[in-house]
């Protein structure tokens, strides 16, 4: 079966995504589309000519939204990160721009006849989310956001370099909004085997910093070169390659809970299907109204976003 991804938006993010799309043989048609046109081309041709040094092959078509109609994922990360660049560290300065901008892709995908699984990057996250889902009309369960999938592989980051270890032994989740109001849920981490409450009273491990690192992780990327790109179209690219592979994993991805009414992150398996099975997550207390609160502010700025 080919595999087919499109991806939107072909600015820092976006071309990483593609590149390492491409280096890696992830898909067998590649679309790429821009409003800028020369750049996209370029890109293309720039992937082209790396072909004959890589073991794979991949065929690419540029700005044809029609080319999307058999897709298996598209991922949106068009945005304009220069918007980013404010005093406050505020994902939601983009929403002006990204909210309209998403208002004209999703039609265009929606007229393309597309029905696979939207992955979105595009910032802020949870709401350009919620816009892909109403205005394509695709189930809920196939309009994904990338979500805290990066925020806890921050949090696994901090942890791990505190333990000198590899991150990837670090299990747990930050949860809710791609954004400010997130927060690690310490009650979901465990490392070498055991909860971290235990291991942090033992090693002197400061949860507060930690969970600050990884809140601030993103600013602190895009404070030294004014972008981000490795971390999270890695993110993006795993969990198209986890739909298309239908690899029913456990991710803390931006999809909709019916009972928070929105759009944000928290443990679900993703599969072929888009959203498999939502889990559903033993939160303290506390967990459960930050978890709340981070709800809250979404629903309130989509509400915003529509009717701007």
């Known amino acids: 079966m080919t595999r087919k991804i499109g991806v939107i938006g072909m600015g820092h993010v976006g071309s990483t995504a593609a590149h390492y799309i491409v280096a890696n043989g992830f898909a067998d048609d590649l679309v790429l589309i821009d409003i800028n046109e020369d750049k996209v081309n370029a890109d293309a041709i720039d992937f082209e000519d790396a072909m004959s040094n890589l073991p794979v092959h991949t065929n690419i078509t540029v700005n044809d939204y029609s080319a999307l109609k058999d897709a298996d994922v598209i991922i949106s990360a068009l945005g304009n990160i220069k918007l980013q660049d404010n005093p406050n560290d505020d994902r939601f300065a983009e929403l002006p721009f990204t909210s309209k901008a998403v208002k004209s892709v999703a039609q265009k995908i929606k007229d393309s006849g597309f029905n696979g699984v939207i992955v979105a990057i595009t910032n802020p996250v949870d709401v350009i989310t919620s816009i892909y889902q109403q205005i394509t009309g695709l189930p809920k369960k196939h309009v994904i956001g990338t979500g805290t999938l990066l925020d806890s592989s921050r949090m696994k980051r901090a942890v791990a370099k505190k333990l000198n270890l590899d991150p990837r032994s670090v299990t747990g989740f930050n949860l809710g909004e791609h954004g400010n109001s997130q927060f690690t849920a310490w009650s979901t981490v465990c490392v070498l085997s055991r909860p971290i409450t235990e291991v942090a009273e033992e090693r002197g491990l400061d949860l507060n910093a930690l969970d600050k690192t990884a809140r601030e992780g993103g600013f602190n990327v895009f404070h030294g070169k004014k972008y981000t790109n490795y971390g999270v179209a890695t993110a993006a690219v795993r969990l198209a390659n986890t739909v298309m592979s239908d690899a029913h994993t456990e991710l803390a991805v931006s999809n909709y809970r019916e009972e928070l009414g929105t759009y944000l992150s928290y443990p679900a398996v993703v599969g072929r299907d888009g959203i ?23 629903k309130t700025k989509f509400k915003e976003s529509m009717e701007g």
């Open 276 to 298: 498999i099975e939502q889990v559903e997550l033993r939160l303290t207390d506390e967990e459960k109204k930050k978890l709340q609160i981070s709800a809250d502010y979404i």
